[in-house]
């Protein structure tokens, strides 16, 4: 549990410290899915609602998740997406158990690959790895696409010492959005921590991963080494 929180602290500060972070994405995705795989699909609102809640996912992209719930109390919309963000506002501002409360209400819904994702981070950040694969895993089934979920299944498998199998999450991540640099920064640090320095030196060179935060990403390949068992 010490050394999870430890990475999770590393990873926060690489966030800000450093051009791009490596760690479990924290944040709250933009939300397209109006059908699920469960085929319902999502209540219709309207275009002065869709627009206010852009503007509340930006709040909690910019780390503003207290204000994030302000304006969805003020909005009062009865929507699906309203309440994945107000869940994913929840969570980041530490109320996890209700956060989790919004989250399996959705996991039926049209949102559901989304809150199968909140789960999984939940759980993750509390040690629960294996519930956390098995929430991100659905989530992935859900959204195969995603390549945020991509790349939280891969850190939480990487964790969990399945370096294969998380190698491939963050390869996928990044073929699919290749600017997305926390899955490029997940794939460099996983291969700083099989060994293979050449590739992780590749990798970083491609996606212009800087030398500080390669040194910080090999660092951390070293500690979650002698972490494992």
Known sequence: MKMITLWMALAWALTYGLPHAMAA???????QQTKGSTGKACAEISTEEATRLALIRQMLTEGKPHAAIAHLDAANIKNEHAELLRADALRQTGRALQAQTIYAQLVNSCV???AY?????IAS???NQQEALRHLKAASNALPTEHTIRNDYGYVLMQSG???AALHEFLTAVELAPDYRQ????LVMLLYQQGDTAKAEAFAKQFGVASEAMQQLKKLAQENNEAMP
């Open 112 to 114: 559901s690959g989304y």
């Open 25 to 31: 994405d924290n944040k709250t995705t933009s939300v």
């Open 183 to 186: 899955a490029a920064n997940n």
């Open 117 to 121: 994702r909140g789960l999984g981070l």
């Open 125 to 127: 950040e509390t040690g």
């Open 162 to 164: 399945e370096s294969t």
